[in-house]
């Protein structure tokens, strides 16, 4: 049974996408270059995970003073990350609103990605209100509102393009394997990036998969395709309380001032 409208954004099972979401953002220099120095996300990777869960929860579900907890906290965060362009390398600024824009639109696409694999194509309602939902990630903090495409038919124009036009810099490979490989962190994560990694590279197209160095075969496509199905008939028979952990741990622990 597919969950409500208003259910959508607080299944856990979207989480699935984490992986495939920040590779694509990284792959774009002027989120990647970023990331690479001013970010502790390779040496914290749970906390910087979770800030962005609590974000994006708080926008969708959380009360007017948990979004401006969010935003201030955000904002905070990203006033660090500039640099002018310069010999070799490329210029970024985390308010720059052409970087936002990317950085929302793969949490946007993978969450669509994710959700019909699990529950089958979306309805226009609800991938309507998906596709709403999706661009507040972006408003709440700079991203003006006509930048983000008018309706779903705009998105794919933007969308599909640039995706296939990403190409991966050393930088972008770096990181992307510091974060699939993480050489520190709580054992339970270390443990769970190999299936991490799996599911990753099953959701990436395959240049970038190839890119990120990340294996795959024919072999693997089976697999993937198994397990999509095999979590299509058992998780939506999970309960409520279960499939919204997330979105309820991080609402419960956001501080407001």
């Not at 008018?150 to 972008?172: K, M, V």
């Amino acid at each position: 049974m597919a969950p409500t409208l208003a259910d959508i954004g607080a299944e856990g099972v979207l989480l699935a996408g984490a992986g495939r979401a920040i590779l694509l953002q990284i792959a774009n220099p002027a989120v990647g270059h970023g990331v690479a120095e001013h970010s502790d996300f390779v040496a914290r990777p749970f906390d910087r995970f979770r800030a962005t869960l609590t974000y994006v929860y708080a926008v969708r579900y959380g009360t007017e003073d948990q979004v401006a907890a969010v935003r201030r906290s955000v904002n905070k965060a990203h006033g660090p990350v500039r640099r002018k362009p310069g010999a070799g390398y490329h210029g970024y600024s985390a308010f720059d609103a052409q970087a936002q824009l990317w950085v929302v639109a793969t949490l946007y696409d993978t969450a669509v990605v994710i959700y019909e694999k699990i529950y089958g194509p979306l309805d226009d309602d609800a991938a309507e209100l998906m596709y709403q939902d999706y661009a507040k990630l972006g408003t709440v903090l700079q991203l003006p509102e006509g930048l983000w495409p008018a309706d779903r038919a705009a998105f794919r124009t933007y969308w599909h393009p640039r995706l296939q036009s990403l190409e991966l810099d050393g930088i972008a490979i770096r990181v992307g394997r510091d974060l699939l490989y993480p050489p520190t962190g709580p054992l339970w994560l270390r443990m769970s990036m190999p299936l991490i990694r799996f599911i990753t590279a099953g959701l990436l197209p395959d240049h970038l998969r190839s890119g990120y160095g990340l294996p795959w075969s024919e072999r693997h496509s089976r697999l993937f395709e198994l397990t999509t199905r095999w979590s299509a008939l058992v998780y939506p028979r999970l309960p409520r309380q279960v499939r919204h952990f997330a979105k309820n741990y991080c609402l419960a622990r956001l501080r407001v001032a």
